[in-house]
RNA sequence: UGGGGCGUGGCCAAGUGGUAAGGCAACGGGUUUUGGUCCCGUGAUGCGUAGGUUCGAAUCCUGCCGCCCCAGCCA
């Protein structure tokens, strides 16, 4: 019986990359398509919800997403919740937000819509037991915009899986076992040794049934009794060794509440809920590589009608000066080392979005890593590059003095102002122009004057001419210094009013132009610059007897709260991302902006050669 | 020490018997009213290692070395 293929939209043209990149997961998808063996693509991308999403995530959502796109099939988001005591709706409401920010505008139209309501189908196909749970058709529901999409819940599955494992019981291929978690411990022996069959092994077909129906209306405490599959005590693989299939659980679940107390473990739910969904390819981290005889033992114990999922495994990515694990962000986020799951160091979606990670930009990273099967450590550099490069096409230009330094132009008509032409964004005309307000007094930026200029340095310094961007070429003429500290607190210069705009007249030319704020105008703002959050290149490699916290990078956060930001940023929207000139890229606070007090995030900061020079000149 | 995987330049990664793609990083140079962007150029005689097969090997065979995963009633 041939499933209503409910999406064939072809992935878009221009795509070529994307399209054409070679993997062992697409050649594999390809080969099946070829072959006859399937006709549509249909994969998952099933988190557990008890935890927040990360950028190793969006790895396997691209590859997931990307490849139900790229051969115009679906690819469903499915909690996979078959641990009440670990899971929360907290979790599912921040997963499927982060997913639909991630994945909106690129795979939304093949992303699996579930029936409102929908629990899979009970039939029978060819005198075989199956239950199926049809997609909806794309066209029922409203365009996915990048809001929460609704998924798909493994916990959906339970009367269905329970159903299985009745079929599997009266094959005679499970089992109610009555050992205590201690004895089934030690009976499964080790790796190189096999371990001991379970004394209620070969308990009746009649038995095995009425025992688990009784778990399943809650007769036995937890721990008491399991249901196992009966498969070989002395297979070399560890999880071929009669492994646990369901577990008693008198605890509540965010989803299906007290109607249960027995639930699947993630064997047994997996890659039954994969079958019960029609997924062609359940693509997963290499972890689950050893669980690949086991996924197809249950498929194929069960002998199911229809064709059976395929698992194929890649290796998870690993990023540089962070840490991925779910129980290290837990310790990072509980110890208060960054403040929220969304603190912008941090590697989760909802931080990398915070901090201004456009979506395009994470989702062109996962492509450029690629995927293949050995371990690997991505350089930090490969992603501020694709953040770079998305933000230098996109976000408009605009001048913000981050360390404000005061700057008089000495001949400048007092109370003057002039409006100045800025270009918005030098990679997109259309983006046009805007006018910046010009005074005698200024905001430079710390950095952009030095009394003694080092070799190379191009900016401002006594006697030396610069140009203000957009304004006019000055020629610094003295300093004045606070008598106390000797330190620099304002600095003068003159303009040459025949350059008004930046060029001169008579072509000369100057080594530097420097951005500026008008006092008078300014916006006071509070700017968050991060670095990375640990010190160590790969904090998960700690040396013995440490602790990965010592990696930390002690610096990760500067909070500037003196900052100048010209006028037409006073009421950035939350979210809204701007290039600085000549600093970094920044993203207004979602948090904690507010109208005429922005807050700002510095996303990335530009490429910076100067900065290169001077660490050069350090070390030698 | 049992089983399952993986080793290609600093980091990723193509390559599937015909003589080492591409990206990032780095380093030179050009353009530039952002020391940004953009453009041009530079790098493995070598594919963990030692043998073998072949006219020819990163690709096939054998041994060795190294790294990762597996003994939850977690996923």
Request: charged residues 30%; aromatic residues 8%.
């Amino acid at each position: 019986m041939a499933e209503p293929n409910v999406n064939s939209n072809p992935p878009e043209q221009g795509d070529r990359s994307a399209l054409d990149r070679q993997d062992f997961l697409r050649e594999l998808v390809r080969q099946d398509l070829s072959d006859g063996r399937i006709t549509e693509v249909v994969t998952r991308f099933p988190p557990e919800p008890n935890g927040y999403l990360h950028i190793g995530h969006a790895k396997a959502i691209c590859i997931n997403f990307g490849i139900a796109r790229r051969f115009g099939g679906r690819c469903n988001l499915r909690m996979d919740d078959t641990n009440p005591a670990k899971e929360d709706v907290e979790y599912v409401d921040s997963i499927t937000a982060d997913i639909g920010w991630l994945i909106a505008g690129w795979a939304d139209h093949c992303l699996g819509l579930k029936p409102v309501g929908a629990l899979p189908e009970r039939r029978i196909v060819d005198g075989r037991q199956d239950f199926y749970i049809a997609p909806a058709a794309h066209t029922d529901a409203p365009a996915h915009t990048g809001t929460a999409p609704e998924p798909f819940y493994a916990s959906d599955y339970f009367e269905a899986l329970y159903e299985f494992a009745l079929q599997l019981i009266r094959k005679g291929k499970a089992y109610v076992c009555d050992h205590t978690p201690e004895e089934v411990d030690q009976m499964r022996g080790a790796p190189d040794r096999p371990g001991r069959e379970s004394l209620y092994r070969n308990r009746s077909v009649a038995e095995n049934l009425d025992l688990f129906e009784r778990m399943r209306v809650g007769e036995f405490p937890d721990e008491a009794r399991t249901l196992r599959a009966k498969i070989d005590m002395s297979a070399p693989n560890v999880w071929l060794r009669d492994p646990v299939l369901y577990r008693i659980r008198h605890t509540a679940h965010h989803h299906t509440g007290d109607e249960w107390c027995i639930y699947p473990m993630y064997d047994f739910a997996h890659g039954l809920s994969d079958y019960v969904e029609g997924i062609t390819h359940s693509l997963c981290s290499l972890e689950f590589e050893v669980h690949r005889p086991l996924y197809e033992w249950i498929l194929e114990a069960l002998d199911l009608p229809r064709v059976h999922p395929r698992q194929r495994e890649f290796a998870r990515l690993n990023v540089t000066y962070t840490v991925m694990s779910k129980r290290k962000l837990l310790r990072l986020v509980e110890e208060g080392h960054v403040r929220s799951w969304d603190d912008p160091r941090l590697p989760t979606l909802s931080g990398m979005r915070r901090r201004g990670y456009p979506a395009e930009a994470i989702r062109d990273f996962c492509d450029r890593v690629g995927v293949a099967k050995r371990d690997n450590l991505v350089q930090l550099e490969l992603l501020e590059h694709c953040v770079r490069e998305d933000l230098n096409r996109h976000a408009p230009r605009v001048m913000a003095i981050l360390r404000p330094l005061r700057l008089v132009i000495e001949n400048y008509p007092d109370g003057q102002v002039e409006e100045m032409e800025a270009i918005n964004n030098p990679e997109d005309a259309s983006a046009g122009t805007r006018r910046v307000p010009f005074s005698r007094v200024l905001y430079i930026e710390k950095d952009d004057f030095r009394e003694v200029p080092p070799p190379k340095y191009h900016r401002l310094s006594p006697g030396v001419e610069v140009r203000l961007r957009y304004a006019y070429l000055i020629t610094c003429t003295g300093v004045s210094k606070d008598p106390n500290t000797g330190e620099v607190v304002e600095v003068r210069a003159v303009y040459d009013p025949a350059t008004r705009g930046g060029d001169a007249p008579d072509g000369r030319r100057v080594k530097s132009t420097i951005h500026w704020v008008s006092a008078d105008h300014a916006v006071g703002a509070e700017v968050r610059l991060y670095d990375t959050l640990f010190a160590v290149e790969n904090p998960d490699n700690v040396p013995e007897g440490q602790d990965f916290i010592q990696g930390l990078n002690p610096d990760s956060l500067e909070v500037l709260h003196d900052c100048k930001l010209e006028p037409s940023l006073a009421t950035a929207t939350p979210g809204a991302r701007y290039q600085f000139e000549r600093l970094g890229y920044f993203c207004a606070d979602a948090e904690d902006s507010r109208p005429g007090a922005p807050v700002f995030n510095r996303t990335v900061t530009l490429k910076d050669t100067w900065a290169r020079i001077e660490k050069r000149r350090g070390k030698n």
